[in-house]
């Protein structure tokens, strides 16, 4: 089964790319390549479940099962040590990347309280990451359930060559940026 989105970018947002930027060869056409969830853990070194409860979340909210994110190094100030349980992630590909993107884009960003658009500086290199503030944002999670209130980044890996056309295919994909202001 194709997800809405999918469709709308092989019925629309190819053909505006290959006209926008004069794409001949269809391989070369910017798309999504996956989509990195990622949940750090705040207070994970003094109460471990807070690991274990962003992963639960996590894999309701992605429908994928969540990888354990161990520190890399220790930091004595923060009473870290190698090794420890900092963070889950997951990576989402095909058809769940295109799923998770539509719910997404279609039904989260819009139920964000005083919602304007997110930002619109990508990182340089054709990337987008997002930051939510709280996981309840996602229809998914129940509020009676939630033990601890957790943020999380969402990074948009796509195959383009530069910041503007990934803005564009997101732009394309629906993406609410906000409006840049004219000078």
Same mark, same amino acid.
């Given at each position: 089964m194709i997800a809405r989105l999918q469709e709308k970018y092989k019925d629309t947002v190819i053909g505006e790319l290959k006209e926008r930027f004069s794409i001949e060869n269809?391989?070369?056409v910017p798309t999504l390549q996956k989509i990195v969830v990622n949940m750090g853990c705040k207070g994970?070194?003094?109460?471990?479940?807070?690991? %274990?409860?962003a992963a639960r979340d996590?894999?309701?909210?992605?429908?994928?099962?969540? &990888?354990?994110? /161990? =520190?890399?190094?220790s930091?004595?100030?923060?009473?870290?040590r190698e090794g420890m349980p900092i963070g889950v992630a997951v990576t989402l590909r095909?058809?769940?990347?295109?799923?998770?993107?539509?719910?997404?884009?279609?039904?989260?960003?819009?139920?964000?309280? %005083?919602?304007?658009?997110?930002?619109?500086?990508l990182d340089?290199?054709?990337?987008? &990451?997002?930051? /939510? =503030?709280?996981?309840?944002?996602?229809p998914e999670i129940e509020f009676d359930r939630i033990e601890f209130s957790q943020g999380m980044?969402?990074?948009?890996?796509?195959?383009?060559d530069s910041d503007e056309e990934a803005y564009a295919l997101l732009k394309g994909l629906g993406m609410p940026f906000k409006e840049k202001k004219k000078s």
């Open positions: 269809p391989m070369r994970a070194v003094e109460n471990k479940n807070r690991v %274990d409860a996590l894999a309701i909210i992605t429908a994928q099962k969540p &990888t354990v994110r /161990l =520190a890399r190094k930091i004595s100030g923060f009473k870290l095909n058809e769940r990347m295109w799923s998770f993107a539509d719910r997404l884009i279609s039904i989260v960003l819009p139920r964000i309280r %005083d919602f304007g658009g997110v930002k619109t500086k340089g290199t054709g990337n987008y &990451t997002l930051g /939510l =503030a709280d996981q309840l944002v996602f980044d969402i990074t948009f890996v796509t195959s383009a």
